[in-house]
């Protein structure tokens, strides 16, 4: 890997187990032309958990990285609720792996991830790459009672309907999330 890891935290990770330079340390190497360096890096970094998370959105915000893959595939194997509304924008990316891997990240978090999601589609409620992102998010959702509750929208997400139909549901959506239903 190249720097050594204080200790594994799990990929919840806690605050303060990495210092600053090995951070810095492990970001700077997902950009190495290697391979096995940056898998390692990016390993190590969910191992870091919750202490990666913003340098990693600092790279998945900046277009011009060759690294957004490795942080995006980081940040979808971490699963911090911190990452939820950096992920659903991702959802839009032009690159489809790093939407698919957005998504991946979204079903991770779950529940907590639904509300900036459903809220983006109120924003956004006729790009058809955020209705595919809803789509693979709730249909791949890990919490069974919360995937059952918001069943009958799913295919809406995956239909030719119009944006004020995809507003709708996303709208219904945040009700029963809001009820305390799911």
Known sequence: MGVAMNQPTGRQGSEGSETGGQLSALIAQLS???????????QALIEAGEAAVEPLHEILGDRANPARWEAAKALAEIGS????????????????????LAAKGLIR????ALHPL?????????????????????????????????????KTFDSN????????????????????KG
Not at 81 to 100: F, G, P, Q, T, Y
Not at 109 to 112: A, C, K, S
Not at 125 to 147: A, E, W
């Open 161 to 180: 309907v119009s944006a004020e139909e995809i507003a709708m549901a996303a709208q219904e959506c945040i009700h029963l999330l809001d009820a305390g």
């Open 109 to 112: 978090i779950g529940v907590p």
């Open 118 to 154: 459903f809220a983006r589609v109120l924003e956004q409620p006729d790009s058809r790459r955020l209705k595919q992102g809803v789509h693979h998010v709730l249909h791949d959702l890990r919490d069974r009672r919360t995937r059952e509750l918001l069943q009958p929208y799913i």
């Open 32 to 42: 190495e032309k290697d391979g096995k360096k940056r898998q390692g890096a990016r």
């Open 81 to 100: 609720k911190n990452s939820s509304e950096r992920l659903v924008a991702c959802l839009e990316d032009n690159d489809s792996d790093i939407a698919w």
